[in-house]
């Protein structure tokens, strides 16, 4: 049975998306799968353009003490995901 799989490969960042093999659960009730992060160059700008494009705050911009800035999203089919700027001045 073949996977729906895409590769990301922007200026950004890099990674990959595979599709849902189930359906989302209900608004706020947290993830029903793995939630995976992605180094990004500059927060700011992805997370703007994440909101753009239909996501949502899941848990807003966030300092992981002396490692990066680390946030959360909700796409528009109802996936978390993570985003994080290295930043060892992060407090």
């Known amino acids: 049975m073949p996977v729906d799989y895409w590769l990301i ?3 950004n960042m890099r990674g990959g ?3 849902r093999p189930a359906p989302a659960p209900p608004p706020r ?3 029903n799968a793995y939630v ?3 180094e990004v160059k500059d927060y700011d700008s992805i997370a703007a353009a994440i909101l753009k ?3 949502q ?3 807003p911009k966030f300092a992981v003490p002396g490692t990066c800035w680390q946030g959360y999203f909700v796409d528009p089919a109802g996936n978390t ?3 994080f700027q290295v930043d ?3 407090r």
């Open 53 to 55: 494009n239909g996501g």
């Open 29 to 31: 009730s947290g993830t």
């Open 17 to 19: 998306l595979l599709k």
């Open 88 to 90: 060892p001045n992060a």
């Open 81 to 83: 995901i993570g985003i």
């Open 9 to 11: 490969d922007t200026e």
């Open 57 to 59: 705050v899941a848990m």
């Open 36 to 38: 995976c992060s992605m």
